[in-house]
């Protein structure tokens, strides 16, 4: 069955560092998203894709956020710098005709900012 | 801004027992998912329900949603301990772009 990758599967950063995450869709899956989930809460929105284009980044710190997926097939997620705050998981999610059917996540990258 | 409720926030029951979800939302929807999420893990799709329908199933999974009360529920028969998870609704919106929004959840735990 095909999978979203994400790596790495976890990562553990110092304040202030850069930090990124990569994410492989499922082929021909032409939106994809990045949701970030605190500990005991549901998953919210980062920003989604329609193939190389931002459809939504309203959630997006852009002072420290940025998101690419330059090709319109895999897509990276960089925080500069990080934060304690940022501490949370990272999922990527990609979909079919604008997730109609679903979405299908990654295992997620489990970040941590000491 | 999280879109959906769930309720219980946590629920544990015996195996072969069945588990009860709710999850309430605040606009007009074009549909409504359910996710399930091991710890630590990605969430998993489980079934999805349009906004015309009224009731779905998928194996010992039962859906209903009532969209004139904004709710919906997820219904698990004859758990198993398998079963025991993090269950999120999430709905679609009718305008904008077409992002799910994500409640915070029900914990269930199956006990043996």
């Known amino acids: 069955e095909a999978e979203v990758a994400q790596s790495p599967r976890y990562k553990i950063t110092e304040k202030s560092q850069a930090v990124a995450f990569w994410c492989d869709p499922i082929s021909g899956h032409a939106t994809l998203y990045w949701y970030r989930q605190i500990l005991g809460q549901g998953p919210e929105l980062l920003v989604q894709?329609?193939?190389?284009?931002?459809?939504?980044d309203s959630q997006l710190p852009k002072d420290r956020f940025s998101a690419e997926r330059l090709k319109g097939v895999d897509s990276t997620l960089k925080i500069q710098p990080a934060e304690l705050g940022d501490s949370a998981m990272y999922l990527c999610?990609?979909?079919?005709?604008?997730?109609?059917?679903?979405?299908?996540f990654g295992s997620g990258t489990r970040l941590t900012v000491v | 801004s999280q879109q959906g409720e769930e309720d219980p926030q946590a629920l544990s029951i015996q195996e072969g027992e069945n588990a009860t979800m709710n999850c309430s939302y605040k606009t007009s929807i074009n549909n409504l998912q359910w996710y399930r999420q091991n710890s630590g893990r990605g969430l998993v799709h489980l079934i999805l329900i349009r906004s015309n329908e009224r009731e779905k199933h998928s194996g010992r999974l039962r859906v209903t949603l009532d969209t004139s009360k904004k709710s919906s529920s997820l219904l698990i028969t004859a758990s198993r301990a398998a079963d025991t998870a993090s269950y999120f609704c999430a709905t679609g919106p009718i305008q904008g772009a077409q992002k799910l929004v994500f409640g915070q959840g029900t914990r269930l735990t199956i006990n043996p």
């Open positions: 894709f329609q193939d190389e284009s931002v459809v939504d």
């Open positions: 999610a990609s979909s079919y005709a604008g997730g109609s059917y679903g979405y299908t």
